[in-house]
């Protein structure tokens, strides 16, 4: 009789010879799969994870190759600025403005049905020596045309805030990915011993719309997930409480160690272990450290002058000040510093870039707040010779549409073709790569993916996007997923 919980396959192994048999089968399979796996994590391109010391996860490490960046900085405009009003020419909008968009009718958006082409609403002009026409939103920007690599033709996998935002800074449109900074110090450690080794900096309005997962570990060890503080808001609770001498502090300290270094050898594998313990010695150095890079007093009167920190205007000279602070962190050595410029919590375009209904009144006020500080900022980096060794990536989470929302005076959501620009380290200064069609809408030209400049600011980091992997529910994990090339056309 046949047991009826018993599976075809479990009634054989009731029988000693096909027992025998069918575990032999079994024990063969896993030795075949052990030695494919060992041929395969042998090759030259195998997943490549770093080695990391669990008392000391900042340590230096060396990259696959030599790398041209030594550091990162990424500026973040949330809301998603325009590409056509800024960086992107495109004269066949004058001539069709306000007229239907050829092929367009009926089009349909993320907001609904579009309206006439508008023609860019600031003035195109040419730039620097290499030429480049760009707008004059942005007339500090750009003056720099020429240290800028514009990557015309870039596309992203969705018109939504949120899943946009996920995909530039984490690879993935979904929660839960680490963001591209912790990726980079995952693989490199710091060469700062007491500063964080990956700092993001809200916009002093607020945080982008899906907040912390710009700089969250996600499945990499805690240790690499960003510290957030801008320039007004420094990193709390780093100062002794009043009472506490500084012998107490230190023989406190001394004993916590002691008993950390006893628990961690007990738990060697618990890495938030490792990452509380790291981050709890890191914040002792940084009660020193942290203070010193926020205080801009021995700042020149030029330099604060430059940056726009005494402006009247105060988001804008709180903006400056964490342009300042960047570029503070950068020559400390910090790793990856992520800016944003723009936030969330004031509503739709009114402290971002998202030009929905009133794009002309809104970029009146949001441009003068990101120009003149993003540009001193790189001006700065330039001058003290950091721009040499610092890749510094403007993205945005997509572009906007060449038309007008039907009944509305601003531009809807277009992830089917938009720009970034990369300056410094290792790349094309004063080049465009890729375009558009010729109303911006579409990329038609060498298009490129998120994918492609997150594989191309690894590969100037020194590191092999497809090799740089961290295992993850069975998954060998990759910051490009299974996508992405290294843009070689703009490298230097």
Not at 83 to 112: A, S, V
Not at 383 to 411: C, H, I, S, W, Y
């Amino acid at each position: 009789m046949q047991h009826p919980l018993l599976s075809h396959a479990g009634r054989h192994l009731l029988s000693r010879r096909d027992f025998l048999r069918w575990g032999g089968t079994g024990l063969g399979g896993i030795a075949l799969a052990s030695l494919l796996a060992e041929q395969r994590l042998t090759g030259a391109d195998a997943p490549w994870r770093p080695r990391i010391d669990s008392r000391n996860p900042y340590a230096a490490r060396p990259p696959h190759f030599e790398a041209k960046a030594k550091r990162v900085l990424m500026i973040f405009c949330s809301g998603a600025i325009s590409h056509i009003d800024t960086f992107d020419y495109k004269p066949e909008l004058i001539r069709l403005h306000n007229q239907p968009m050829p092929g367009g009718e009926g089009l349909i958006t993320g907001q609904g049905m579009q309206g006439n082409v508008i023609k860019p609403l600031w003035e195109f002009k040419p730039r620097g020596q290499c030429g480049k026409m760009v707008s004059d939103l942005l007339p500090d920007l750009a003056e720099l045309a020429d240290e800028m690599c514009f990557i015309h033709s870039m596309t992203a996998k969705s018109a939504a805030h949120g899943p946009a935002e996920n995909q530039m800074s984490t690879g993935f449109i979904l929660d839960g990915f680490p963001g591209i900074g912790s990726w980079a110090t995952y693989a490199l450690g710091s060469e700062c011993r007491n500063l964080p080794a990956f700092v993001a900096i809200p916009d002093p309005r607020g945080v982008p719309q899906t907040g912390s997962r710009h700089w969250a570990a996600g499945f990499l060890p805690a240790a690499y997930q960003g510290v957030a503080f801008n320039a007004d808001k420094p990193i709390p609770h780093l100062n002794r409480p009043e009472g506490v001498t500084a012998g107490d502090d230190r023989a406190t300290y001394d004993f916590l160690k002691l008993l950390n270094d006893r628990h961690l050898a007990e738990n060697p594998g618990d890495t938030e272990l490792a990452a509380r313990i790291s981050a709890y010695e890191l914040a002792a150095k940084m009660q020193i450290a942290a203070a010193d890079v926020g205080d801009f007093s021995k700042e020149s009167p030029r330099t604060l002058q430059a940056y726009g920190v005494g402006d009247a205007n105060k988001t804008k000279a709180g903006f400056a000040r964490n342009c300042l602070l960047a570029r503070r962190l950068l020559e400390r050595d910090v790793r990856f510093v992520q800016l944003f410029n723009g936030a969330y919590a004031m509503g739709e375009g009114v402290g971002n870039w998202d030009g929905h209904k009133y794009i002309v009144d809104q970029y009146k006020t949001h441009a003068p707040i990101l120009d003149q500080p993003a540009a001193a900022l790189l001006r700065d980096l330039k001058e003290r010779g950091l721009l040499k060794d610092t890749l510094v990536a403007f993205v945005t989470e997509f572009g906007r549409m060449p038309t007008f929302q039907k009944g509305a005076n601003g531009r809807d959501h277009n992830e089917k073709g938009f720009t970034v620009w990369l300056a410094g380290a290792g790349v094309k200064p004063g080049f465009s790569y890729g375009a558009t069609d010729d109303l911006g809408y579409k990329a038609v030209d060498k298009i490129t993916t998120i994918y492609d400049m997150h594989a191309t600011i690894l590969h100037l980091l020194g590191l092999d996007h497809e090799r740089l992997t961290f295992y993850n529910s069975g998954i060998e994990r990759r910051l490009t997923d299974v996508h992405g090339h290294v843009i070689k056309g703009i490298l230097a």
